[in-house]
């Protein structure tokens, strides 16, 4: 699904899916809509690029996983008063224009750095680099240097030998590349950072236990209310398709699916998260047009797919079938 060029349309379908990301790391719904509002508030300071992209949804998804991992889990507290979608946009606005006056007072701060240090090194460069002294005895003129030794980056300072030892110096040795190169590494746990290799879970995780999800309707006319426990044993939290993303299709009208463009988990070796329970009731009521058989779809993911970061993350999409009248 294409995702608009104008930052206010692509709100409402971007939102959701950052949320939904940054929940599935710090599990918290709290936590994951301040970094949801904090994701689009950097997205929308720097519009002019991201909505440039062929789909700004990478560029939001990777910046709400990397604000997560950096904000770490969070105890789960109450589900916070859901705010309209404006209210929201407002909130994401009042953040951006902040963001966009610190920047503007970071380059003015930069711009006065680079004129003080040109400033200080055209002095240096204008300064006599040595001093003269006249010799009385002689009438003559020497010039003398600073006493203190100069050694640059690539000059090692000489050891000081006491007079009575003798020292003869060793054979220079080259090291091999190959164990110079080992003698640096790479932070590569949780990393973010291509040069760490291919993507692992680390310790490797367990089997995958699938969403389950029970279904039951009531009936009163035309109207049909779906009562649906959906159940993963090892992934949490769940959560629904809206009408952003895979809302629920009664089996009356066209069926609207999408698949999220999903940034690289990570590099190199992530540490495994625990098993987590996810058990979760959903209810909705439809009314229908007309009497006869239909099925339903109810879609529903867990540990914040479609994009997450849990082995253990499942999707479902779970048909009920309904006779009305």
């Known amino acids: 699904m294409a995702t608009p060029k104008n930052f206010e349309a692509a709100f409402d379908r971007l939102f959701p899916l950052a949320e939904n990301t940054a929940r599935a790391v710090v599990i918290d719904p709290g936590a994951a809509e301040k970094i949801a509002v904090e994701t689009l508030a950097r997205a929308k300071a720097r519009w002019d690029r991201v909505g440039a992209a062929d789909d700004p949804t990478a560029w939001v998804l990777r910046m709400a996983m ?17 705010r309209s979608p404006k209210e929201q946009l407002e909130r994401v606005q009042s953040r951006a224009e902040r963001i966009r006056a610190r920047r503007k007072v970071g380059v003015i701060a930069l711009v006065a750095l680079l004129v003080g240090a040109a400033v200080t090194a055209a002095i240096a460069l204008t300064s006599p680099s040595s001093s003269s002294k006249k010799v009385a005895a002689t009438g003559r003129t020497t010039t003398t240097e600073s006493t203190l030794p100069v050694f640059d980056s690539t000059t090692t300072p000489p050891e000081t030998v006491p007079p009575t030892t003798a020292v003869t110096a060793a ?17 590569c746990r949780n990393s973010s950072d291509p040069r760490c290799g291919p993507f692992r879970w680390d310790p490797a995780p367990g089997a995958n236990q699938p969403i389950t999800v029970s279904a039951s309707t009531s009936q009163d006319g035309l109207t049909v209310t779906f009562t649906l426990r ?37 590099y190199g070796p992530w540490a495994t998260p625990a098993r987590q329970r996810g058990d979760r009731t ?17 879609w529903f993911a867990s540990a914040g797919n479609p994009c997450p970061k849990n082995p253990y993350a499942s999707t479902v999409d779970q048909p009920v079938p309904v006779t009305v009248g």
């Open 282 to 298: 959903v209810t909705y009521t439809h009314t229908y047009a007309s009497s006869g058989s239909y099925t339903a779809h109810f």
């Open 230 to 266: 959906v159940v993963d044993p090892d992934a949490s939290p769940i959560i629904v398709g809206d009408g952003t993303c895979n809302p629920p299709d009664f089996g009356d009208v066209g069926r609207s699916r999408c698949t999220p463009t999903c940034p690289p988990p990570g």
């Open 171 to 187: 054979p220079a040795t080259t090291a091999p590349a190959a164990a110079a190169a080992t003698t640096t590494s790479l932070p």
């Open 66 to 82: 990397a604000l997560a991992d950096k904000t770490g889990p969070k105890p789960v507290g109450a589900e916070p008063p859901r």
